[in-house]
Structures are given as structure tokens and as C-alpha cells.
């Protein structure tokens, strides 16, 4: 039983519609192009301040210590269900979303991005009105569950539970990474956009041609494979053959990693979307820890996957095949393995497993064409760790990672950098142990 | 569409400060990865190191500029030392992935919440180049009818070109010597060094914490032309385009970095300022259904990621570079 103290937060969400006058921007001439780096973070900006025309404000408050809730997504979509735009609460708790005029429009707050410690209790949405004569304030509230008086040993269950599944998550990437390094030798950069490649597919297959969720992954699943099988016919293939050296290879999957990833933002745009099924559901209670029927399925899934093809590669003729190939390439051709052919099945297997990572993950949250990227280090962490080109290793090390990435927080990291845990694991370990923890010991240096 | 526009804004990003930062760290990253054969996927974390070295000892400390500066340098021989010795031992591909985390590191911590005291959070620190700014001698910007330069600009550019001048004169004064020799040698066979007696590990290290030296410079001339720095400004993608600028012009070449910065600034500007005309106005080139103007400014970015796979497939040793010379052949 939880013995939970629910303290009742209310966000306020104050609706002002304003229409301000057009003021003339101030111009600047500006001869120099800032660094055209689209920023990766979605840590709280510091301040926001009021765009011009109409827009949507939203104030979060933790009305139980009047505190601002800062780093907090809001994404606004007209009644078409198209969205309008995202913004996120400043270190005041505040966010401007412009809206195009009157109607009614629905503000979705991301559960993910609530910081620590914060959970919402209802319906993360709320539909607003909104009224063109300027000055109309409208204001409800979110209930927000406070967590803090949790004890801690309910805080670590619920985050290892979480890292579990998000290790599983990346465990599906790793796995994709560590089967195409030790067949090819190649540290693949763009594998990052392999992940968002599952993701976008997923959500395309189900907004654009209406498959419902779970068909809509399995179609995904699929396209991430023919994905591969081009990559490696077009791309890689051409490139070994060519007898390029694996730096130059390395700066070849940069170049296609950028290309990929810029590709997606052109087709796909900077926002954050959702897919038509699951997007929020209540969690169950299980005892100890609490899961939404989506985060059981994901776990199920990734675990069903994982078993299959890691047996797969125990027993069958391919895997076998494979790990021949990894082994020494040479002698598996000179023994009538046809090597490129097991590498191309590979880079199948390997662009499958990572776009069903991505799938997953678009299910978990949500898409966005850089979420693979900020992933890849991640991936890289898991796979070193465990040890590169091993499969088990990939497995082990991803599970470290995702437990260590969720319940790092608990232990003083700043929840706002998670990730930094996790690479620090990485240098550390090549520090002390290059090979990683299952990889065999020999010369990398 | 008006090219003569399009042709100055290029011209004038090709010799503004933004190529200035990106020809410094790209000089760094030939002394790493063109001469040496290192590849350091973390130069955006020196430039880093460099900008907040500065901007945190001037704002959030209050020491005097030219502390800043020698802190700012500092930090990056502190960073190429910690970051080197678990390093430089391994392989090609775990240097890349451990600079690449370590980078990252560090961008996430100058941007966090949690450090805003220090560093400033996501809005960064700003006004800490006034001291540059006030040694200006120049009264009045630059106007050369094609291309025009503000005032503070201008003495950006001058410090900034006169830094790349030296900085390449020290590139080819060392790159003759017999240090530069051994360098290059390590790149080509690291174990036939290291059987002559040499101690490539030192070696190696020299070079990592010269090249880190330059890319600090490269982060304080941004912080300088910006007068702003945040930890956003440093990601991964900057060293990429440091790599694709270098590659442009040429590894392991003295002007290589340099020209390749011209080169990349000029293109990347160029082809942003055509696409925005492009799509702009009531009547665009390139119908809105087709493309936005949202759209048009990452054709350039995507241009990017094409023309370095194309030239590391096609011609990796860039406009002046010998293939030869090129570490790209590793083990």
C-alpha cells in the first residue's frame, strides 16, 4: 500500500489573449551569421517573455510552496488537432505559446518533462477558449500529485523500474550498434537517426496512413529494415569495396548522421508530436511499483525481442555467421562464407532492432527528428561499457546506463543533465577497463 | 532575387568573426587530427572551456580581463591533460567516442539549471568583453560599399585575423621542426616511433594540449564577437563543422584549416541568404508548398552533412591537402 501524503498542486494556467500593437521590431544589421547550431537542450530557458499578436500564457505553480515549476513542455494544438506550437515554463513558471487567433485550442503539458519528485494527477490537457478582445483571463488548475514525502526506498524502486525500461529501450539500439561495429569495425555516428528513423516511421505509418499504434510499429519495424538493406547497398556496401579506412568511414556516418538528421527537421519540423493511441494513461499499481499499461507493453515487448534475437544468434546459421564475420572476416571468407551478405543481413537486423527502438520510444513519449541524436551518446556509453562488438555486453551495459540514467537523480546528479552520469560511467570505464566489462582484453591501444 | 546580396553577406561571413572561430579550432584539430592522427571529437569542448574560462572569471569571479584570458587558456591545457591521459592510449575510434562524451559533459553542465550561479544557465553570461571592447583604436566601422563591418567588429576581425596569422605562422614553424616530424610520424606508425625511443605518449599529449589551446582561443573569439556566451553554443555539431571546414580546405596543411573556414562560412552563408530570398516575398522562387522558409534555412544545414560524406568519399584530402598525408587509413 502507498502511504502517500497527496498534497494538491494547482498550476495555475492563466489564459491571456492579447493582441498587441505591431511594435517595430528594433532592426540590428547584422553582417555576421551566429553559428547555425540548432540548440539541443530543453532545459528551462530563463525568462520568457510575451510574443507579439496572440498568444496562450500558462503559469505553473506549486501553489503548496508558491514555487515556479520551470523546464516544463507545453504544446498547444487548434481543434484540428494540428499543432500550433510548444514552450517551456521559464525559472517564473511561465510560458508563451503564439496561437494564430480565436478558437479553441488544447494545451497538452508533457508528463516527461515535470521535473522530480512531481507527478500529474489528472488529465495532462486542457481545452481554452480563447477570446480575441484583449484582457480575458481564464484561469483552472492542473492537479499535480506532490511526491516528495515518498520514502525513499519507494523513489528508488519507481526510478530503477523506469531505467529498466528505458535500458531495455536502448538496449534494442545497442544491440543494433555492437552487431554493425563488430561485422564492419565501423563506430556508426548516424545511428542516433536510426532510432528517430523508427520513430517518424512509426508515426507516420500512424497519422498519415491511419494504422493504429501497434500495426503502425510493426510497419516501422519493417521500413527500418528495407532502411538498412539500402544503406548497405547504397552507402556501405560501395564504401568497402571502395577499401576506405575506418576513420574515414567514422566521418562518412557523421556526414550522413547531420544529413539524416536535417533531412527529418525539413520533412518533420522542430515540434514534438504524439501518436493518435496511448498518448496518456493512468498507471497501475503493481505493489511496489506503479506502470501504465504502455510502459508494461514496451518492457514486454523489448524483453521478447531482445531473447529471440539473442538466441537467434546463439543457435542459428546466420547468427553464426555473423559472429564469424565479427571474429575475423578473412578466414570466414576464405571457409565459403559469403561475408557480404552477412553483412548486409546484418545492417537488416541491426537498422530493425534500432528502429524498433525508436518505435518504442515514440510510444513511451514522443517524436521529434533529433531524439535519436541525443540518444547516440548514450547508445556509445552502453555499448562501451558493456563491451564493443559483444552481444551480451551491449545488453549489460545498456541496462547499467538506463538504471544509472534514471536513478542518478535520486543520488545528487542534476535531474535537468541526466545524462551526464551516464558519460562519465563511459570515460571512467574506458579509463580502467577499455575492453568494457564483457569484452575480451586485447590491443586497442 | 538580388545575388549581388546574397554575394557580400557571403563574402562578408567568409572574412567576419564567425570564420575566424571556426579556422582557430579548425587549426587545432589539424595539429590533432591532420598531423598527429588524434581524433579529438571534442573541440567544441575546448572552445567551451576557452569562452567559459574567460566569462566565468570576469563575471562570476570579477578578476581582471587579462586573467580571464590566461585562466580561459588554462583550462584548456587542464582539460587536454585530464582528458588525455585516460585517453590517448586507446584506439582511434574510443578517442573519438570519450572526447565526443566529454564535450558533451561539459556543454550539459555550462547549460544546466542547477549551475546557473556559475555559469549562467541557458541565457549564458554576457558582458564581460568591455575591457576588448574599450582598447578598440578604431572610430568608425568599415564600409566598403559591398561589405561593411560595425565598429566592434572590426576590432574583432583585427585581434581575430592577427591571432589565425600567428597561430598558422606557429603551426608551420613547429611543423618543420624535428618535434613536428615526430608527429607526423606517429600519425603514419605509431609503433615504429615509439621503437626509435621517442615517448609518443608525450608526444601525443603536447600535441592534444596545443591543438586544445587553439580551439580555446577559437571559443574566446566567439565570446568576444558575441559578447553572450551559453553552454548551447558548443554543441557536437560545432565540431563537426570544425572537422568539415578543415577537410574542406585540407588536413595537414598550414593554410588548410584556414581557407576551409573561408570556404564553409562563405558557402553556409551563401547558400542560407539564397534559400531565404528564395522562399521570401509574395511571389517566391520556390513555391511555399514546396518549401517554407523555416525549411529553406536547413537546406544549407543539410548541404553540410552531404558535402562531408561526398568529400570524405571523393576527395578527403580537401582543396591543398596530399592524400598521403592523410590519417584516415588507420588501423
Same mark, same amino acid.
Given at each position: 500500500m502507498r502511504r502517500t501524503t497527496h498534497v494538491l498542486v494547482t498550476a495555475v494556467l492563466a489564459l491571456m489573449v492579447l493582441l498587441l500593437p505591431?511594435? %517595430?521590431?528594433? %532592426?540590428t544589421e547584422d553582417p555576421s551569421p551566429a553559428p547555425a547550431s540548432p540548440s539541443a537542450s530543453t532545459t528551462a530557458p530563463t525568462q520568457n517573455t510575451p510574443p507579439q499578436g496572440a498568444f496562450i500564457g500558462v503559469t505553473l505553480v506549486?501553489?503548496?510552496?508558491d514555487d515556479p515549476i520551470p523546464g516544463v513542455t507545453l504544446v498547444v494544438t487548434d481543434a484540428d488537432k494540428t499543432e500550433i506550437g510548444e514552450g517551456v515554463t521559464d525559472t517564473d513558471g511561465r510560458a508563451f505559446i503564439s496561437i494564430p487567433g480565436q478558437g479553441e485550442y488544447t494545451v497538452e503539458l508533457e508528463?516527461?518533462?515535470?521535473?522530480?519528485g512531481i507527478e500529474l494527477n489528472g488529465s495532462t490537457t486542457r481545452t481554452v477558449n480563447a477570446?480575441?478582445?484583449?484582457g480575458n483571463f481564464a484561469q483552472f488548475q492542473i492537479g499535480v500529485a506532490e511526491q %516528495?514525502?515518498?520514502?525513499f526506498s519507494e523513489r528508488f524502486i519507481t526510478a530503477l523500474v523506469g531505467g529498466i525500461k528505458f535500458g531495455l529501450i536502448i538496449g534494442l539500439a545497442a544491440l543494433g550498434l555492437s552487431l554493425i561495429f563488430g561485422t564492419t569495425k565501423l563506430t556508426n555516428f548516424s545511428h542516433g537517426e536510426l532510432i528517430t528513423f523508427g520513430a517518424i516511421a512509426t508515426y507516420v505509418m500512424n497519422?498519415?496512413?491511419?494504422?493504429?499504434v501497434i500495426l503502425a510499429v510493426v510497419a516501422a519495424v519493417v521500413v527500418s529494415a528495407g532502411f538498412g538493406w539500402l544503406q548497405d547497398k547504397f552507402l556501405w556496401k560501395p564504401l568497402r569495396n571502395k577499401g576506405i579506412g575506418i576513420i574515414a568511414m567514422m566521418i562518412v556516418s557523421i556526414g550522413f548522421g547531420l544529413f539524416l538528421r536535417f533531412v527529418f527537421q525539413f520533412g518533420f519540423g522542430g515540434s514534438r508530436r504524439s501518436l493518435s493511441q496511448y498518448v496518456t494513461q493512468p498507471r497501475k499499481d503493481y505493489g511496489f511499483f506503479s506502470l501504465a499499461d504502455k510502459e508494461a507493453g514496451i518492457i514486454i515487448v523489448a524483453i521478447v525481442v531482445l531473447t529471440v534475437t539473442c538466441v537467434g544468434l546463439m543457435k542459428t546459421r546466420l547468427g553464426k555467421a555473423m559472429r564469424a564475420v565479427s571474429d575475423n572476416p578473412a578466414l570466414s571468407a576464405s571457409s565459403g562464407l559469403r561475408v557480404d551478405g552477412v553483412i548486409r543481413s546484418v545492417w537488416v537486423l541491426g537498422t530493425a532492432l534500432t528502429g524498433l527502438s525508436g518505435a518504442l520510444l515514440a510510444i513511451n513519449s514522443q517524436v521529434n527528428f533529433q531524439m535519436g541524436f541525443k540518444l547516440l551518446l548514450l547508445v556509445f556509453a552502453a555499448v562501451t561499457l558493456g563491451g564493443l562488438g559483444t552481444i551480451w555486453g551491449a545488453l549489460l551495459g545498456s541496462m547499467i546506463i538506463g538504471i544509472l540514467y534514471e536513478v542518478g537523480p535520486l543520488f545528487g546528479i542534476p535531474s535537468s543533465i541526466k545524462e551526464v552520469g551516464a558519460l562519465v560511467v563511459l570515460i571512467l570505464i574506458l579509463l580502467v577497463r577499455p575492453q568494457g566489462i564483457l569484452g575480451r582484453p586485447e590491443r586497442i591501444g | 532575387m538580388d545575388f549581388g546580396t546574397i554575394f557580400s553577406s557571403a563574402l562578408a561571413s567568409a572574412l567576419g568573426p564567425t570564420a575566424i572561430v571556426y579556422a582557430l579550432a579548425a587549426i587545432g584539430l589539424n595539429i590533432h587530427?591532420?598531423?598527429?592522427g588524434l581524433l579529438n571529437f571534442g573541440q567544441a569542448g575546448f572552445m567551451a572551456v576557452g569562452a567559459f574560462g574567460l566569462s566565468v572569471s570576469v563575471v562570476?569571479?570579477?578578476?581582471?580581463f587579462a586573467v580571464g584570458i590566461l585562466i580561459a587558456v588554462l583550462a584548456a591545457v587542464v582539460l587536454a591533460i585530464v582528458l588525455g591521459?585516460?585517453?590517448?592510449?586507446?584506439?582511434a575510434d574510443y578517442l573519438a567516442i570519450a572526447t565526443i562524451a566529454t564535450a558533451e559533459i561539459l556543454r550539459l553542465i555550462f547549460g544546466a539549471v542547477e549551475t546557473k550561479d556559475v555559469?549562467?544557465?541557458?541565457n549564458g553570461l554576457s558582458g564581460f568583453a568591455t575591457t576588448f571592447y574599450d582598447l578598440?583604436?578604431?572610430n568608425s566601422g568599415l564600409d566598403l560599399g559591398f561589405i561593411s563591418y560595425r565598429r566592434g567588429d572590426l576590432w574583432t576581425l583585427t585581434v581575430g585575423w592577427a591571432l589565425v596569422i600567428l597561430a598558422c605562422l606557429l603551426v608551420w614553424l613547429l611543423m618543420r621542426s624535428p618535434w613536428g616530424r615526430v608527429l607526423r610520424s606517429i600519425r603514419e606508425d605509431e609503433d615504429a616511433v615509439r621503437s626509435l625511443g621517442k615517448n609518443v605518449f608525450a608526444y601525443k599529449m603536447q600535441a592534444l594540449v596545443l591543438g586544445g589551446v587553439f580551439g580555446a582561443l577559437g571559443g574566446i573569439v566567439l565570446a568576444l564577437f558575441q559578447n553572450n556566451v551559453k553552454g548551447? #553554443?558548443?554543441?557536437t555539431n560545432v565540431t563537426f563543422y570544425a572537422y568539415t571546414a578543415l577537410l574542406i580546405g585540407g588536413a %595537414?596543411?598550414?593554410?588548410g584549416p584556414v581557407i576551409g573556414a573561408m570556404i564553409f562560412w562563405f558557402l553556409m552563408t551563401g547558400i542560407g541568404s539564397f534559400f531565404s530570398q528564395a522562399t521570401?516575398?509574395? #511571389?517566391?522562387?520556390?513555391?511555399s508548398d514546396i518549401m517554407s522558409d523555416t525549411q529553406a534555412s536547413l537546406v544549407r544545414l543539410i548541404l553540410v552533412g552531404l558535402g562531408l560524406m561526398l568529400l570524405m568519399i571523393y576527395r578527403p584530402q580537401g582543396i591543398f591537402g596530399d592524400r598521403k598525408e592523410l590519417a584516415i587509413d588507420a588501423r
Open positions: 505591431a511594435t %517595430a521590431a528594433s %532592426a506549486d501553489s503548496s510552496t508528463e516527461d518533462t515535470l521535473p522530480d477570446l480575441l478582445d484583449g %516528495a514525502s515518498v520514502p497519422r498519415a496512413f491511419g494504422l493504429p | 587530427f591532420g598531423y598527429t562570476t569571479y570579477d578578476l581582471p591521459v585516460p585517453t590517448l592510449r586507446l584506439r555559469f549562467g544557465g541557458s578598440n583604436p578604431y548551447s #553554443d558548443f554543441s %595537414a596543411r598550414v593554410l521570401s516575398g509574395t #511571389d517566391p522562387l520556390i513555391p
